[in-house]
């Protein structure tokens, strides 16, 4: 049996040679993959805000593990990344950066819970202030969900 033949349509390369003669269909179908992975990442980043903002409350010794080890995890990917969210630059990966139409950041590129808070207030809002209440939601979760830990022994 002929796995690999080079005869149209009978192959896999046959397969792959249809979808070259098609770039419009391609990039149709691509351009809607990457934006269905960008809806998945900017659901993953709800998630995540999510275990910090409840995931100290709730009373599962699991949740608790989570979110101290989650609020190691992300510090230490703004770190590697120069202060940046690695699903922030997944996502720019795939769809290219932020709209042209947003208004430049002076101090960098917008990142999601920049986005995120502008388009809540309806205005600008300041990088060092949405830094400043990431961090601290952050260090706050970690600090009770350790603590709450640490006396359940």
Known sequence: MRTHSNEEGTSAGGV????????????????????VLSHVLTALHFAVISVFVVGWA??????????????????????ACN?????????EWL????????????DGPPNFLLRTATRLFGRPVSRAAVDWVARGVLWTAFAIAAGRLALER
Do not use: I, K, N
């Open 58 to 79: 709730l009373p599962w010794r699991a949740a608790l593990v989570t979110v101290v080890v989650l609020a190691v995890v992300v510090q230490g990917g703004w770190w």
């Open 16 to 35: 792959l040679r249809a979808f070259e003669d098609r770039p419009a269909q391609r990039s149709a179908s691509g351009a809607l993959a990457r934006r």
């Open 83 to 91: 202060d940046r969210c690695w699903l922030t630059m997944v996502d």
């Open 95 to 106: 769809c290219g950066p932020a709209a042209a139409t947003e208004a430049p950041v002076p």
